[in-house]
């Protein structure tokens, strides 16, 4: 893939219009007008690419690729599996998904297909195959766009036999499979791998280890699909590329797993900007926090394959985006590591559950329209800081967000079962960093932590025997760790560890879990501190651990109820490096001048002062992006960014030289 430049596009689904030449001619004229460089095409286009069984019909495809070719619009494109033709699912009802409760869905929807399907993964070969040999070697087809959003789950029979399938292959005995799930509990023995049976509202829920083990079935027979439909498209060109778009912080699939089998990680963003309950900032951090990790499952640049140039139709309330939020929106996508942004969708559906999603190009046609407008105007600064592409991200701190984790950890029945919001947990470590101008990547428990300087592990209640010796090791060697309540509590197959916990690591931290108390909604423990470098006074909530010190400095202690004195943030050194222990959920705006204690001296910001409130910068390369997520105007330096701008500085030695200063997009009803 070249990395001249920001690819910038849309999903493009002419299918829908082959009955209007005007409106496929305006595309084109609209899209070079626009700058759009890449469309994903054809998502969900197999019905009209083969109406009938074994009926292909493609020519109107070849006629779109070449009219785009002629416009320098390349081709991502897409593999119609998402959604199927209804002749197949009446001739073939194999192919449709059965639900938890043992019923199989009629036809309808997308998305409801089966992976294990022999008949479905034949069709999806035929198809694949009929794609890439009439269009995998178009000069414009640059990278295929495998199926869309892959997620869900079936639980029919040819699914639960594969499950056991997976099963004997990890655990090779039913004996092992019954020690590793504690399956004596309730007298849950399974006396051979026929009577396994997935997770249903009528059937099993309580055996916690079968339903994290089906949580990795699924996931690995969804990417086992995918690898099916890339391999098919390389058996008819080998040198295919591959992508998927992923989804904000979805829970079905292991995306390290999904991103090891494609060239290119993309995800798809709906953020709730303008939101009455967040400001700006809040949203931006949400995002900035999803595009590292759809940066960190390869460690290397991203796309924005789905994002809403104006409101969606799909969420409780479909705001608007005022006018620059979408500037603001695709520039931060480059700022944390995107090499493209695209949209969902190109123009507009006339009819169905999406006619009123906003598209770059909306009902009315009309190019003066605001939101074509501001995509037109993205589409030229994209051109003009095109030389960031291509540009890396440098490993300073890593925070740990791994799915097993996620999976166990919200479904351990245990101290709160109103939720944990791990996301929550997440956000606030990204969040202090980043505002301290630190690069953060998310890292799982497989991934080698040489490099980073600053590895903070937040709710880490899975902690795998392996990892726990990477953490010791990393410590040891001078890295910094910062470990908090709730984690190392149970193992690999979600059994709790026996012995002082967070497992293997009191040591390290210097620190020992005693007991840990729930929090109410609203219910916090006061907390006090006398470091001059932290606030005075805050407040912890969700879940109050209560440590006991062996050998760890205590910074911050609780300050009431009869854990008052116990340490709820201590610091312990250990071989060369440090160990930080946060005992609870404290405020957000705590973690600010907590990570910058933490970092002080280990790891520098890439920004040279102080950043303003709401400000943020990130980098890539020699690139520097200042980002203004605040409504008003605002200085940094010398410079002033107007609300919701960014501007672009490039490093040359010491110096940070302004190379882009981004105008205000300004839009009003009034001519
Ligand atoms: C995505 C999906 C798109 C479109 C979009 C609407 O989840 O991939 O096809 O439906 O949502 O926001």
Same mark, same amino acid.
């Given at each position: ?7 910038? +596009? ?97 036809? +309808? ?35 295929? %766009? ?5 997620? +869900? ?46 997770? /249903?509202? %009528? ?51 292991? @995306? ?155 479904? /351990? ?8 919001? @791990? ?5 606030? %470590? ?109 407040? +912890? ?16 202690? @609780? ?113």
């Amino acid at each position: 893939m070249p990395h001249s430049k920001v690819y910038y +596009g849309a999903d493009y689904n002419p299918d829908q219009w082959l009955d209007r030449p005007d409106i496929l001619a305006q595309d084109i004229e609209l899209m070079k007008k626009a700058n759009i460089s890449v469309v994903s095409l054809g998502i969900f286009a197999w019905a009209t690419l083969e109406p009938e069984e074994g009926k292909y019909n493609l020519d109107w495809m070849a006629k779109i690729i070449d009219d785009l070719y002629a416009a320098g619009v390349r081709v991502n494109l897409a593999t119609p599996s998402g959604a199927r033709p209804a002749w197949m699912t009446r001739k073939y009802p194999e192919v449709l998904r059965v639900g938890a409760n043992r019923v199989r869905n009629l036809f +309808g929807e997308r998305h409801n297909h089966c992976y294990t399907s022999p008949v479905y993964r034949e069709k999806v070969k035929q198809m694949n195959q009929q794609l890439a040999a009439r269009f995998g070697r178009h000069p414009g087809v640059i990278m295929w %766009h495998l199926s869309n959003e892959y997620g +869900g789950e079936c639980h029919c029979e040819l699914c639960q036999e594969a499950f056991r399938g997976w099963l004997r292959e990890k655990y090779g005995t039913i004996e092992a499979v019954n020690k590793a799930w504690n399956s004596k509990f309730w007298s849950h023995d399974y006396p051979d791998f026929s009577y396994i049976e997935s997770p /249903a509202p %009528h059937g099993e829920n309580s055996v916690h280890g079968l339903k994290l083990d089906w949580k990795r079935f699924v996931s690995h027979q969804t990417i086992d699909f995918m690898k099916w439909e890339r391999d098919c498209l390389r058996e008819i060109v080998p040198e295919s590329k591959v992508c998927a778009n992923m989804m904000y912080f979805y829970d079905g699939i292991d @995306y390290f797993d999904m991103a090891k089998e494609i060239d290119l990680a993309t995800w798809d963003a709906y953020p709730t900007w303008h939101k009455p309950t967040e400001t700006i900032e809040d949203t931006a951090i949400d995002t900035a926090f999803m595009h590292d990790l759809y940066y960190s499952v390869k460690g290397q640049p991203f796309w924005l394959m789905e994002n809403c140039p104006g409101p969606t139709n799909w969420q409780p309330i479909s705001k608007g985006k005022k006018p620059g939020m979408n500037i603001f929106a695709g520039l931060q996508t480059v700022a944390h590591g995107g090499d493209g942004v695209l949209y969902f969708q190109w123009r507009q559906s006339q009819g169905s559950s999406e006619k009123f999603h906003a598209a770059v190009v909306s009902h009315d046609c009309r190019e003066d329209n605001r939101i074509y407008m501001e995509c037109a105007e993205l589409g030229s600064i994209l051109k003009e800081i095109a030389p960031v592409a291509g540009a890396k991200r440098e490993k300073q701190a890593a925070i740990v967000y791994d799915w097993s984790n996620k999976w166990a950890l919200e479904d /351990a029945q245990g101290p709160r079962n109103k939720g944990l919001s @791990y996301k929550h947990e997440l956000l606030r %470590h990204h969040q202090g960093l980043t505002q301290n101008g630190i690069d953060v990547q998310i890292i799982n428990q497989d991934s080698d932590l040489t490099g980073y300087k600053v590895v903070v592990a937040p709710m880490l209640y899975m902690l795998r025997e392996d990892f726990c010796e990477k953490l010791r090791r990393f410590v040891q060697d001078g890295g910094v760790l910062v470990v908090t309540y709730w984690s190392g509590v149970v193992n690999e197959t979600d059994l709790c560890y026996l012995g002082d916990t967070p497992h293997n690591l009191t040591d390290v931290l210097g620190v020992r879990r005693m007991e840990i108390d729930a929090m109410y909604d609203g219910e916090t423990r006061r907390c006090v501190t006398e470091s001059d470098e932290l606030p005075q006074v805050a407040h +912890g909530s969700i879940l109050c651990e209560v440590a006991a010190l062996e050998g760890a400095q205590p910074l911050m202690v @609780y300050d009431e109820d009869y854990f008052s004195g116990a340490p709820v943030v201590t610091e312990h050194a250990f071989g060369k490096g440090k160990a930080y222990y946060i005992a609870t959920r404290l405020e957000r705006d705590f973690y600010k001048p907590l990570y910058r204690l933490i970092c002080e001296d280990v790891v520098s910001s890439c920004w040279p002062t102080h950043l303003p409130e709401g400000v943020h910068a990130s980098a890539r390369g020699e690139y520097v992006f200042l980002q203004n997520m605040t409504e008003a105007y605002v200085w940094a330096e010398n410079l002033e960014l107007a609300p919701y701008c960014m501007a672009v500085y490039k490093r040359e030695g010491d110096a940070l030289v302004l190379v882009y200063n981004q105008p205000e997009f300004k839009w009003s009803p009034i001519k």
